[in-house]
């Protein structure tokens, strides 16, 4: 499993693509949503329910 964040990531396609650095975060943003909207990225920072057998 790969664990990250995105930080950085719009400066960085900004650059290289000329465009505006809001506008790309914005983008990103939008798309890390949909994806874990649909299941395919897990939020990390949320916390687990707690198993009955790990108390």
Same mark, same amino acid.
């Given at each position: 499993?790969?664990?990250?964040? &995105? *930080?950085? =990531?719009?400066?960085?396609?900004?650059?290289? &693509?000329?465009? !505006? /650095?809001?506008? $790309? !975060? *914005? +983008?990103?943003?939008?798309? /890390?949503? +949909?994806? =874990?909207? $649909?299941? $395919?990225?897990? !939020? &990390?920072?949320?916390?687990?329910?707690?198993?009955?057998?790990?108390?």
């Amino acid at each position: 499993m790969v664990q990250g964040s &995105t *930080d950085g =990531l719009a400066e960085e396609i900004a650059v290289l &693509t000329g465009q !505006d /650095v809001q506008a $790309v !975060d *914005d +983008q990103i943003a939008a798309f /890390v949503a +949909q994806l =874990l909207a $649909v299941g $395919v990225l897990v !939020d &990390t920072n949320r916390m687990r329910p707690r198993r009955w057998w790990r108390r």
